[in-house]
């Protein structure tokens, strides 16, 4: 278990002090996906830096497996490090040395015999797809290989969490697929830990099971990937889901009243549910805006409908709509 309890990181600066977290207050569960989203500026790799240490809190603590980190002495908080381990969007491999090279490092540093610490990096670059690679230099790889590499070094000291801080902001989208899908595969098959750091919504949808909407150094909303996609609260968390303006700024017509519609994990949802309701209760409405996708094969996101008409109507279309499982009709 990861504990952020009421973390604040204030900088010095010549200009002033610059508060870069407010009062984090954050739970990750072990052998969790976990997403950390915000805007560039929102403080994301503070934060994460926060959870190693690499960046001592200016106030609150971070708990690991209940061990608050601020009391380890060095030598004790490097042995902690061996189990939180980062991949980065620079990657930063070094480029002296081969792929089983850069693998073996992190182990050399903790004294494990160099017997062992290949027979370690050769299961991991089979791990991470690249049994071929290891005397291969990263200059001779692609982006998507190199960060696989990186993958692999994160692993050699047999990690319990993983930490990414933006680690496919670089890769073009198939390459970044085909990594979050062997990060995905490694939190089920070794029960690691992840944190994703990142500013992109598709990152957060095809591989987070929960997520922290950061903004401007605080935590505005959390939830489950479903929940607060479906249905986000705070203005951050809508301008991330609705890039191109939140629905609940459209402007409301006079002949009309609206409805919102919310997928949570609605299966119904890939039905032509609006046509259906058309037909079966024979109100016709106006789709204003919607914004859905799907997750783990659930759908989840809003539409917003307009419905002409008189009150009659308006109530037999909310009260269709809502009779759907896992689909919720507010009044807007």
Known sequence: MIKLDHISKIFESSGGSIEALHDICLDIADGDVFGIIG?????????????????RPTSGEVYIDGVAMSTLDSAALRSARREITM??????????????????????????????????ARELLEVVGLPDKADAYPAQLSGGQQQRIAIARALATRPKVLLC????????????????SLIRDI?????????????????????????????????????????????????????????NGADDEVSNPLNERRLRVIFS????????????MAVEQHILVNIVSASTRCID????????????????????????????????????
Do not use: W
Request: proline share 3%; aromatic share 4%.
């Open 39 to 55: 805007m560039s500026g929102a403080g994301k790799s503070t934060l994460v830096r926060c959870i190693n240490m690499l960046e």
């Open 165 to 180: 801080d933006e680690a496919t902001s670089a890769l073009d989208p198939n390459t970044t697929h085909s990594i979050l």
């Open 265 to 276: 994990g609605a299966q119904a949802a890939g039905k032509p549910l609006i046509s259906l």
């Open 187 to 243: 939190n089920k098959r070794l029960g690691i830990t992840v944190v994703v750091i990142t500013h992109q919504m598709s990152v957060v949808e095809e591989i987070c099971k929960n997520v922290a909407i950061l903004d401007n150094g605080e935590v505005v909303e959390q939830g489950t990937v479903g929940a607060v996609f479906a249905s986000p609260k705070s203005k951050a968390a809508k301008r991330l889901v609705f890039p």
């Open 87 to 120: 991949i980065f969007q620079g990657i930063n491999l070094l480029m002296q040395r081969t792929c089983l090279g850069n693998i073996c490092f992190p182990m050399e540093l903790a004294g494990i015999k160099r017997a062992d610490a290949e027979k370690r």
């Open 297 to 332: 094969d659930l759908t989840y996101g809003t539409m917003l409908l307009g419905v002409p008409g008189d009150e009659s109507d308006y109530r037999k279309a909310k009260d269709y709509l809502a009779s759907v499982t896992n689909v919720t009709v507010e009044e807007v």
